[in-house]
């Protein structure tokens, strides 16, 4: 057991007696949407895991100690996010080390999620290449966790804000199997297609978590990317959204915003560009994921 790492007891059980278990992220809580809705969508969405079955454990740091799964004041904490800072892997040291408050991304959930035995983890959308990448560099370590932890990881594709044909060939030169729910197209956050290709369609839930003790068995390291459409009913136009994200672009570029904060910026800019159209999509995305997250969780118990 790592000394920083704190697992929340009904999260210890599931995981001592077998039991599906499904990590949550607390980024999307204290950086991706507004106080008081979020704490409305933290206690929707650990509800829907519980009612597929699986335990949900909500991952962040709090006091400098890994909190995998969380209490009722610690998900108030993230949710109110007053001084609490946005973690990925580079940051883990600093806020164990100086007992800092942090929200947990894509990449430091799958840090704990691995650390704690956990295989399945439900996000929103993943991090990956900015446009304009190939000069910024500006690469998000999700890929990296990715390429290296062994989490597998249900999204609704990468965010629209990013350039989502980079994202996927740098998957694909790290060996990460892109695997598509019922779908052939990788889809694009708040719309269902981007009109980039998955590496294979998987129809179920069930044989997505096949394909996970498949790559386990084989002792392949790293984890699975599963990209989950957004409910139709729920799905945005793309070339309409497309129009809405280069002026969220322009904005982010005239403020001089960038690394770190580029992404709450630009998601708050898009769900202002929207009138809160996209904000009810990214609740429905990511409830969904949790859904399918949770499935395959049972599913992969089973086996």
């Given at each position: 057991?790592?000394?920083y790492?704190?697992?929340?007891?009904?999260?210890k059980?599931?995981?001592?007696?077998g039991k599906p278990?499904?990590a949550l992220?607390?980024?999307?809580?204290?950086?991706?949407?507004?106080?008081?809705?979020?704490v409305?969508?933290?206690?929707r969405?650990?509800?829907?895991?519980?009612?597929?079955?699986?335990?949900p454990?909500t991952?962040a740091?709090v006091?400098?100690?890994?909190?995998?799964?969380?209490e009722?004041?610690?998900l108030?904490?993230?949710?109110?996010?007053?001084?609490?800072?946005k973690?990925?892997?580079?940051?883990?040291?600093?806020?164990?080390?100086?007992?800092?408050n942090?929200a947990t991304?894509v990449?430091?959930?799958?840090?704990?999620a691995?650390?704690?035995g956990?295989?399945?983890?439900?996000t929103?959308?993943?991090g990956?290449?900015?446009?304009?990448g190939e000069?910024?560099?500006?690469?998000?370590?999700?890929?990296?966790?990715?390429?290296h932890?062994?989490?597998?990881?249900?999204?609704?594709?990468?965010?629209q804000?990013?350039?989502?044909?980079?994202?996927l060939?740098y998957?694909e030169?790290?060996?990460?199997p892109?695997i598509?729910?019922?779908t052939?197209?990788?889809p694009?956050?708040?719309?269902r297609k981007?009109?980039?290709?998955?590496?294979?369609?998987?129809?179920?839930?069930?044989e997505?978590a096949k394909?996970i003790k498949?790559?386990?068995?084989?002792?392949?390291?790293g984890?699975?990317?599963?990209?989950?459409?957004?409910?139709?009913?729920?799905?945005?136009?793309?070339?309409?959204?497309?129009?809405i994200?280069?002026?969220?672009?322009?904005a982010a570029d005239e403020?001089g915003?960038h690394g770190k904060?580029?992404?709450?910026?630009?998601?708050?800019?898009?769900?202002?560009l929207?009138?809160?159209?996209?904000?009810?999509?990214n609740?429905?995305?990511?409830?969904n994921n949790?859904?399918?997250?949770?499935r395959?969780?049972?599913?992969l118990?089973?086996?």
């Open positions: 057991m790592n000394p790492l704190d697992i929340k007891e009904e999260v059980a599931a995981l001592a007696e278990v499904v992220e607390s980024t999307i809580l204290s950086h991706g949407m507004p106080y008081p809705e979020n409305d969508f933290a206690h969405v650990e509800k829907l895991v519980r009612d597929e079955g699986a335990v454990a991952c740091i006091g400098g100690r890994l909190k995998v799964g969380l009722e004041q610690e108030q904490l993230m949710c109110e996010a007053k001084d609490v800072g973690v990925s892997r580079r940051d883990v040291p600093v806020y164990c080390a100086l007992g800092k942090g991304t990449a430091s959930t799958m840090i704990l691995a650390m704690a956990i295989r399945v983890f439900a929103g959308g993943i990956g290449v900015h446009r304009g000069d910024s560099m500006d690469i998000s370590a999700d890929l990296q966790e990715l390429a932890t062994p989490v597998t990881v249900v999204c609704a594709g990468a965010k804000i990013l350039d989502i044909g980079r994202t060939e998957l030169t790290m060996g990460v892109v598509g729910h019922n052939d197209d990788f694009a956050f708040y719309c981007s009109g980039f290709g998955v590496d294979y369609n998987a129809k179920t839930e069930a997505i394909i498949a790559q386990r068995d084989l002792g392949f390291s984890g699975i990317l599963v990209g989950n459409p957004v409910p139709e009913e729920y799905g945005l136009d793309n070339a309409y959204m497309e129009g994200i280069d002026v969220a672009l322009k403020a915003v904060n580029i992404t709450p910026f630009l998601l708050a800019k898009v769900k202002e929207t009138g809160g159209e996209s904000f009810e999509t609740v429905m995305l990511a409830l949790a859904r399918c997250a949770s395959i969780a049972v599913a118990e089973k086996l």
